[in-house]
């Protein structure tokens, strides 16, 4: 498994085996469908109750039937026994030759898609340990991102509060205490203190660590794929009009948190001078993915 920011890589041999297993796992499903109309499409509720070892349950016949996963092969078993049997049971019967024969057959299918399934859980063991690897980095340098603009906006606060002293010495005590010099002092102190104030507020919610180790939801602020449905402008953390990158449909980027109305990406770290994100502010049209 190969570990790269922005999108994790499967190796060659590791995306055969788990594809392998999903082709398996879907056929068997299907011939088991294929089982159970053959025989009259039995109710689950009835074929739970006509089992006896192990004990059947709707939900688990729903998820054998619905390719959700591989039963076991004893569960396997009493299914199609009791399927490709009259409901309910003669007392006492003995099973057929023609059902022996079935359930042979359908132990022997049960060891194959086994077998594919277990070439494919290492492979989907090193895959969800990728994503947790590039989701960690994402949120470490999330977090470092935070900080560095956290402290900016301390510096706004201070550096306009220095700025209105400096302005102060230049001006009279007669002319300072006019009412016009005074609301527009007000303004321009609300307006510059509210900004400092927003972009922290905004910086506070926009990376929270989560309580476990698993990938959390798009929703709650965390690090999540997503792509564009049109070349879409991104912009320098730092301010400025021009846009610094651009993002093309067709590609998988990573969204490291939220910055006002828009998003903080990464994307090609080459094209980002000074830095390893931008902010996309144009958000229509956007599709999100999952870990």
Known sequence: MTVTQGEPKVDAEDAEAIAAYDVALRDFAIELNRLHIAYGAPPYAAIAKASVRPKLTKAGINEALSGKRLPSVDALLELVRVISSPLPPAPEASTPRGQRELLDAWRARWREVKFTQRRAQMPWRRLRDTVR??????????????????????????????????????????????????????????????????????LRRSVPVPASSEPASSEDGTPFWFAVAKPSPVFSLQGGAQPITELVPGVWYLAVGQLGPGLIVQTDLTKIPGGREGLLLDLVGIQRGRY
């Not at 300072?176 to 400092?196: H, Y």
């Open 133 to 202: 690897e590039i989701r960690d980095e994402a949120l470490r340098d999330a977090e470092a991102i935070r900080a560095a603009a956290y402290e900016e906006a301390e510096q706004i606060v201070s550096e306009a509060r220095r700025m209105a002293d400096e302005l102060r010495k230049t001006v009279s005590d007669e002319a300072w205490g006019s009412t016009e010099v005074a609301e527009a002092e007000d303004q321009w102190t609300w307006d510059t203190t509210a900004l400092a104030n927003a972009l922290k507020a905004n």
